[in-house]
């Protein structure tokens, strides 16, 4: 089955700055990669995704970049603010059916220093 | 628009008790599934169901069980409690069972509960 691997476990950054949030995955057929965010006392909702066919996704200050060559996704954030930390999970859905769900990672807690 | 609601919110257990987690959901998806997250775990699919009268077993079924009479219900059972279920409970449901970019996968707030 599909194995995806996350790092950091804990990312702290000035605010104003970039973060980088990295995955890898194993199955070379998964075909759709999303992330989300979870806020403490929430459940995680959905802040970006990107297909298989796509190299790069952006939506205001975040981004997404896919290479599959390498099995390697990152979550993108540029000037960082304080509503901005949480928990970040990257997951992959491989291609064979999708009915048993998303494979994430264990999570990035992202910590924005003022 | 409620999305996706999960009750109760907080539950403590005594090992061996039973309990029933619900879920609901108002948007007509047609894929509901229960998620457990635990400290450095991330999140493991315990049951899932492509629809009515169809649920199928996830990653960690063992000691749950669930049932699927309705589009809109998805109940998550604890039939004996043990404190290795303790842990916080996300139901999630999609438009289509393929998850994708125009059917992405939608969470609950979650159910914490404690066996002790």
Redesign the interface.
């Known amino acids: 089955g599909e194995n995806v691997e996350?790092h950091p476990?804990t990312l702290s950054v000035q605010e104003g700055d970039s973060a980088v949030i990295k995955c890898t995955y194993s199955d070379s057929a998964s075909n759709?990669f999303?992330w989300?965010k979870q806020e403490l006392?929430?459940?995680?909702?959905?802040i970006i995704?990107?297909?298989s066919n796509v190299g790069e996704k952006k939506d205001q200050r975040i981004a997404v970049t896919l290479n599959k060559t390498a099995k390697h996704f990152s979550l993108h954030i540029t000037e960082t603010q304080p509503e901005d930390s949480a928990v970040y999970?990257c997951a992959a859905?491989p291609s064979g059916?999708?009915?048993?769900?998303?494979t994430?990672?264990?999570?990035t807690h992202l910590i924005i220093q003022p | 628009n409620a999305g996706v609601t999960q009750t109760p919110k907080f539950q403590v257990l005594k090992t061996g008790q039973s309990m029933t987690l619900q879920c609901a959901q108002d948007m007509n998806h047609e894929y509901m599934s229960w998620y457990r997250q635990d400290p450095g775990m991330g999140l493991r699919l315990i049951h899932y169901s492509v629809g009515a009268g169809i649920t199928d077993q996830g990653e960690v079924p063992n000691g749950y069980n669930v049932s699927r009479s309705t589009t809109e219900d998805f109940p998550l059972r604890l039939l004996s409690a043990a404190p290795s279920q303790t842990s916080v409970y996300f139901c999630a449901s999609s438009y289509s069972v393929r998850l994708s970019y125009n059917s992405p996968l939608h969470f609950g707030n979650g159910t914490r509960l404690t066996v002790t």
């Open positions: 996350q476990s759709y999303p989300y006392g929430k459940g995680p909702q959905l995704d990107i297909r999970f859905r059916g999708g009915a048993d769900g998303l994430f990672g264990k999570g």
